[in-house]
């Protein structure tokens, strides 16, 4: 992959779960990298559920090779959080 493609900042998370005093278990995101990425947007789709308007974006985020990411860490990009669905 050439350099230049990669052109656009994003954050990547992991979760950190603890437990409160309840026994609840509670997920906090913790930062675990910033990497230059190139990104794509092949598809985005809007729909109806319960009478509140939804929509949903694929997207494809591809970085240099980092063998510490897993399908269980999120990714901000320009403040907007993306599952990570498949590595």
């Known amino acids: 992959m050439r350099a230049s493609s990669l052109n656009q900042r994003i954050h990547i998370?992991?979760?950190s779960s603890q437990t409160d005093d309840y026994g609840a278990?509670?997920?906090e995101w913790q930062p675990e990298s910033t990497v230059w990425a190139n990104i794509r947007f092949p598809s985005g789709k809007e729909y109806q559920a319960g009478?509140?308007?939804l929509h949903?974006?694929?997207a494809?985020?591809?970085i240099r090779l980092n063998r510490r990411i897993t399908h269980k860490m999120r990714i901000?990009?320009?403040g907007q959080i993306y599952a990570i669905l498949a590595i």
Request: hydrophobic share 45%; charged share 35%; net charge neutral.
């Open 25 to 27: 278990e509670i997920i």
């Open 56 to 58: 949903s974006v694929a």
């Open 13 to 15: 998370e992991r979760p």
């Open 51 to 53: 009478g509140v308007d």
């Open 60 to 62: 494809s985020f591809r």
């Open 76 to 78: 901000i990009f320009r």
